[in-house]
């Protein structure tokens, strides 16, 4: 049972950090369809705003593969933890993705309308970023220092 526990702590990790980046990527990619049809000579800055979320999914995938190389007898020993790791690490990429595509995809609207926006936004993207940053870190600390 404990086996199960930690093997689906690991899935939430990689699951959970792969569906953020797939919903915000999708986020900022629709809002960069539509604007394409307004202003194609931006498609470029479009582009670079709307794979942005798609990093969420390689926190979730480095988070799952350093927890991986620890090895099953690890993982027995630790099911609960790597449970509650995983949930966690997995919940912050989550919301963390799809946030920071929907702020991507109102700043492909704002340059779509002729602002001059695209600094900005990358700099508003980053803030949830940084918390999905900071869930990875405190996903890789109990491997560290256990």
């Not at 995983?86 to 995809?105: D, K, W």
Request: one cysteine or more; proline letters at 2%; a negative charge.
């Amino acid at each position: 049972m404990s086996a199960i526990l930690g093997y689906l702590g690991w899935g939430l990790m990689l699951g959970l950090a792969g569906i953020g980046s797939c919903y915000g990527t999708t986020i900022a990619a629709n809002a960069a369809e539509g604007a394409m049809k307004k202003d194609f000579e931006k498609s470029s800055s479009y582009m670079i705003l709307s794979a942005l979320p798609a990093t969420q999914g390689l926190y979730g995938f480095v988070a799952f593969l350093i927890w991986l190389l620890q090895g099953n007898q690890w993982l027995m020993d630790n099911s609960v933890l790597c449970f509650g790791v995983g949930l966690g690490v997995g919940l912050v990429c989550l919301f963390s993705g799809i946030r920071q595509g929907q702020v991507c995809a109102n700043g492909i609207v704002g340059m779509s309308q002729g602002h001059d926006v695209m600094t900005y936004t990358l700099i508003y993207a980053a803030l949830p970023e940084f918390y999905a940053i900071l869930g990875l870190v405190g996903g890789l600390l109990p491997v560290f220092l256990m």
